[in-house]
């Protein structure tokens, strides 16, 4: 089933918090919202959720509308799993006990207790819990609480669930592992998933699809790999991944290319649909995208290079804009020092223009 959002906008007092939303999260779909602090993000999910009621516009999966048009349905009653990012976990009651949790909802009562039973088992074995079901939380590391958050979440076999920065309490070699789990989970259950966070490389690593998110509005929503590659904004470059900017006015159109003046030269650039001469426009340029070389068109001085092992990190000056690279693999490549003079080189295509 999928989820509908129409026209969400959340307000609290004079803070517009959610601004006129429209999505459709596919059934079985990996979205990450990923934005700055404060952007609307754990809003949303608290109004998908049903913790929060949204000021206007519907949510409905297929045919069943969760809110609008007067209703609230509770909690308790959605399609829904949680998983927060504080594991939410009563100190005073065991894993097993936490997994049955859920099995006591009304939404279960079908269910008999064998069948309640075989679910908690499975959900207690499939996040490896089994050694731990009698043990409380405070006899658990945090990678173990967030598994029993798990598979609490799953055991009722939620159409989708919902995770609000599920891994920021953990440290860094914890936030791996704990990102192999939850690939698991999806494959395991089928189920969508909602997850907020603000960590790019979690977004990038577990999603199908990333809902960039500025001020209430969703600024682009598209795979990791165009939201990467083909942001629509400086804003988007600049907030998933690291991007440098260059201005530049296209001067003529030839071969497929637009030829734009940036500073006193001029460089190729791969045309885009509606580019025409005379027009300003940004290149948006990964560090990964150039490169150095001793002689070409766009002059540079190299102001930082430092060896980080598996890259060379350059920072250089383009007339008065400041450039980051990324020169991965450098042992058999030339170092350029602080202080040389050199050249910026990129392919026509390997950038992207707005």
Not at 214 to 223: D, E, P
Request: charged share 20%.
């Amino acid at each position: 089933m999928s989820l509908y959002l129409e026209h969400i906008t959340q307000r609290f007092g004079q803070t517009l918090a959610l601004n006129d939303i429209d999505l459709e999260i596919r059934n079985g779909e990996f979205l990450a919202i990923l934005g700055p602090s404060g952007c609307g993000k754990t809003t949303l999910l608290r109004a998908i959720g049903g913790f929060a009621k949204p000021t206007e516009g519907k949510i409905r999966m297929d045919d069943v509308i969760y809110s609008g048009n007067g209703k609230m349905v509770p909690v308790e009653q959605r399609d829904l799993g949680m998983v927060f990012q504080s594991f939410a976990l009563w100190p005073n009651m065991t894993v097993r006990q936490h997994v049955e949790f859920p099995m006591k909802s009304p939404k279960q009562k079908h269910l008999t207790e064998a069948q309640k039973k075989e679910a908690v088992d499975a959900a207690i074995e499939n996040m490896g819990l089994k050694p731990y079901e009698d043990r409380y939380p405070g006899e658990l590391s945090g990678g173990q609480r967030q598994r029993v958050s798990l598979a609490r979440a799953i055991v009722g076999k939620p159409s989708i669930l919902l995770m609000d920065e599920p891994l920021s309490a953990l440290d860094a070699e914890l936030k791996i592992s704990m990102r192999r789990v939850i690939q698991d989970v999806h494959r395991m259950t089928g189920a969508t998933i909602i997850y907020v966070t603000h960590d790019q490389s979690e977004a990038m690593a577990l999603s199908d699809s990333i809902i960039i998110m500025n001020k209430g509005v969703v600024a682009q929503i598209g795979s990791p790999q165009e939201i990467y590659y083909h942001p629509n904004s400086e804003f988007v470059a600049d907030f998933i991944g690291e991007a440098n900017f260059l201005k530049g006015k296209c001067v003529t159109l030839e071969d497929g290319c637009g030829v734009l003046q940036l500073e006193d030269t001029q460089v190729r650039v791969a045309a885009t649909e509606n580019m025409a001469v005379g027009e300003d426009y940004t290149i948006v340029l990964r560090p990964e995208s150039a490169g150095l070389v001793p002689e070409g068109n766009l002059k540079c001085r190299v102001v930082l290079s430092c060896f980080m092992g598996a890259y060379q990190n350059y920072h250089v000056m383009v007339g008065d804009t400041l450039v980051k690279l990324t020169d991965y693999n450098p042992k058999n490549h030339r170092i350029y020092q602080v202080g040389e003079t050199c050249a910026l080189t990129f392919e026509p295509d390997g950038v992207h223009v707005l």
